[in-house]
Nanobody
């Protein structure tokens, strides 16, 4: 079994930065970050393969967010820069136990088996 725990999110002004960390226990393969704003569907933000050789980002965050992982510590980090009010959401860490075949699938929530409890990120204007 896999358990995922996100670090606390927080509030930041537009243009600021925030770093989220997900600590995992148990075996994980691909790990990703998702977010869900009130009244909206959960969307994939970023994902990273087991060897950190491939990363995938939603178009909305390319150049703004960076995902990385430390396999020795079994953690994954989402560095969020140049935050905008529209980035406000509950952010979730998620893990797969198998890789996805297509790049677009890395950001599909349905493929992720394990989920963290979520952490709130609020960006003010």
């Amino acid at each position: 079994q896999v358990q995922l725990v996100e670090s606390a999110g927080g509030s930041v002004q537009a243009g600021g930065s925030l770093r989220l960390t997900c600590a995992a226990s148990g075996y994980t393969h691909t790990m990703g970050w998702f977010r869900q704003a009130p009244g909206k569907e959960r969307e994939g933000v970023a994902a990273i393969t087991t060897d950190s050789r491939r990363t995938y980002y939603d178009d909305s965050v390319k150049g703004q967010f960076t995902i990385s992982r430390d396999n020795a510590k079994n953690t994954v980090v989402l560095q969020m820069d140049n935050l905008k009010p529209e980035d406000t959401a509950m952010y979730y860490c998620a893990a797969r136990r198998t890789p996805a075949l297509y790049a677009s699938n890395w950001l599909q929530a349905a493929g992720y088996r394990y989920w963290g409890q979520g952490t709130q990120v609020t960006v003010s204007s």
